[in-house]
């Protein structure tokens, strides 16, 4: 069973900086994709940014040019630099991971880390 462990939230002031990590207890290298959701209260989670196995990123628009999502495969680690940020980026943050096998697909969640944007 891998493990997902995420880690860098808190409480920052519109405007500041996060970096989130998220350490995988087993080699990223290989998997198909490495992903950061976050779910507000009273919302449904969603899909914030991705990194294929080939680097690919992916950005939900309304973070665009403000996270950037990377991968350190040698720490076995995804981050997700969060910068401008705004109230609305307050939510639960979870990494997941997908491997791809014979079998198809398998999601690895984390348990979530908390950002919260205020004043």
């Known amino acids: 069973q891998v493990q997902v462990v995420e880690s860098g939230g808190g409480l920052v002031q519109p405007g500041g900086s996060l970096r989130l990590s998220c350490a995988a207890s087993?080699?990223?290298?290989?998997?198909?994709?490495m992903d950061w959701y976050r779910q507000a209260p009273g919302k449904e989670r969603e899909l914030v940014a991705a990194i294929s196995g080939t680097g690919r990123t992916n950005y939900q628009q309304s973070v665009k040019g403000r996270f950037t999502i990377s991968r350190d495969n040698a720490k076995n680690t995804v981050y997700l630099q969060m910068n401008s940020l705004k109230p609305e980026d307050t939510a639960i943050y979870y990494c997941?991971?997908?491997?791809?096998?014979?079998?198809?697909?398998?999601?690895?969640w984390g348990q979530g880390t908390q950002v919260t944007v205020s004043s």
């Open positions: 087993t080699s990223i290298t290989g998997l198909y994709s």
């Open positions: 997941n991971l997908v491997s791809r096998g014979p079998s198809g697909y398998r999601d690895y």
